[in-house]
C-alpha cells in the first residue's frame, strides 16, 4: 500500500538546521508532485512547500522562503525539507503529503526553543 514516513524532526536552537525527509513506498513517486505541511499546536495544518515531478518546480509559503528548500530523489523514491535559521515559530510537525493520492504521512515533530 501507499506509505509515506517522516523522519529528521528533533529539537534545535533558533538559527539551526534540520533536514527532514519523507521516504516513500507503494507507487510510483516519480509521477507525482509532493508536498509538505506542517501544524503547530492549537493551529490548523498549512502549506510550507510544494514540488511538482517532472520539472521540479517549487513554491513555498511566504513565511520559510529563501530559508527553507523542498527537493526530491526520483531514485531514492524520497522528499526531502531542508530547514535553515529556524525560528521558534517553525515549531510545528511536519507532514509529508502527495495531494493526487490523498495520502498524509505520520509526521515527524520539529521543535525551535533556546
Known amino acids: 500500500q501507499v506509505q509515506l514516513v517522516e523522519s529528521g524532526g528533533g529539537f534545535v536552537q533558533p538559527g539551526g538546521s534540520l533536514r527532514l525527509s519523507c521516504a516513500t513506498s507503494?507507487?510510483?513517486?516519480?509521477?507525482?508532485?509532493m508536498s509538505w505541511y506542517r501544524q503547530a499546536p492549537g493551529k490548523e495544518r498549512e502549506l510550507v512547500a510544494d514540488i511538482t515531478n517532472i520539472f521540479r518546480t517549487t513554491n513555498y509559503a511566504d513565511s520559510v522562503k529563501g530559508r527553507f528548500t523542498i527537493s526530491r530523489d526520483n531514485s531514492k523514491n524520497t522528499l526531502y525539507l531542508q530547514m535553515n535559521s529556524l525560528k521558534p515559530e517553525d515549531t510545528a510537525v511536519y507532514y509529508c503529503y502527495c495531494r493526487s493520492l490523498e495520502v498524509w504521512g505520520q509526521g515527524t515533530l520539529v521543535t525551535v526553543s533556546s
Open positions: 507503494g507507487f510510483t513517486f516519480s509521477s507525482f508532485g
